[in-house]
């Protein structure tokens, strides 16, 4: 997975590829499956949500370019895989999920694959987490149809936010860098996510 689906695909953060060789994967699969927890693509885990494909999830974070000191949000905790990932790589993560049965599960994956530092939230992700802000990096793994408010309030001057933005069939991965002039914005990749649920997301049918 590492060396094809990763490396050449131009994932070079060393960090990101050493971590993502030691995170078993297959326990954040549901067991029906787990014989393609390491294919390069999605897969369903309930609650019509999905764990990301293992590029998606490498060059989220490599955009994040955690230092390892950092406080970081993730809003869509989906099977605590991305969180799993991030706690490897970051001082402490707060992550956030809609889904309840979601939550519980991935709470209990990381717990027993060793991510004692992270903190799973059932709540609307869109809203961020304000009590812990401000963070050094926020991950969003849900595509907004705009960058939510409270989430740029919530980000640290020089933070940076890795977001999808678009409507359910033309996504772009974005990341916003925060700084005492304004927010930067740079495109990194056309995408595809389900969508981010909540106030400042797309409103639930």
């Known amino acids: 997975?590492?060396?094809?689906?990763?490396?050449?695909?131009?994932?070079?953060?060393?960090?990101?590829?050493?971590v993502m060789s030691e995170i078993p994967r297959h326990e954040f699969v549901p067991e029906l499956?787990?014989?393609?927890?390491?294919?390069?693509?999605?897969l369903p885990?309930?609650?019509?949500?999905?764990?990301?494909?293992?590029?998606?999830?490498?060059?989220?974070?490599?955009?994040?370019?955690?230092k390892g000191k950092e406080k970081v949000l993730e809003i869509g905790t989906g099977s605590g895989y991305q969180a799993a990932v991030l706690s490897?790589?970051?001082g402490h993560v707060y992550?956030?999920?809609?889904?309840?049965?979601?939550?519980?599960?991935?709470?209990?994956?990381?717990?027993e694959t060793g991510c004692n530092n992270v903190d799973v939230i059932t709540g609307d992700g869109s809203l961020g987490?304000?009590?812990k802000a401000p963070f050094q990096g926020i991950i969003v793994t849900a595509c907004a149809p705009h960058i939510p408010k409270s989430l740029?309030?919530?980000l640290e001057i020089d933070g940076r936010l890795i977001i999808p933005i678009g409507n359910p069939y033309n996504q772009v991965l974005h990341?916003?860098?925060?700084?005492?002039?304004?927010?930067?914005?740079?495109?990194?990749?056309?995408?595809?996510?389900?969508?981010?649920?909540g106030k400042e997301g797309w409103k639930m049918e």
Request: hydrophobic share 40%.
């Open 1 to 18: 997975m590492v060396q094809y689906q990763l490396v050449n695909r131009g994932i070079y953060d060393e960090r990101v590829l050493k």
């Open 129 to 131: 987490l304000p009590d």
């Open 95 to 111: 992550t956030i999920e809609r889904h309840e049965a979601l939550a519980l599960k991935a709470k209990l994956v990381l717990q």
């Open 33 to 42: 499956y787990r014989h393609a927890a390491y294919d390069d693509c999605p």
């Open 175 to 197: 990341q916003l860098v925060k700084s005492e002039k304004g927010v930067g914005d740079r495109d990194i990749l056309e995408c595809t996510f389900v969508p981010l649920i």
């Open 152 to 154: 740029i309030d919530q």
């Open 45 to 66: 885990i309930g609650e019509g949500q999905t764990i990301s494909q293992p590029y998606m999830v490498a060059i989220m974070t490599q955009c994040l370019e955690l």
């Open 88 to 90: 490897r790589l970051a």
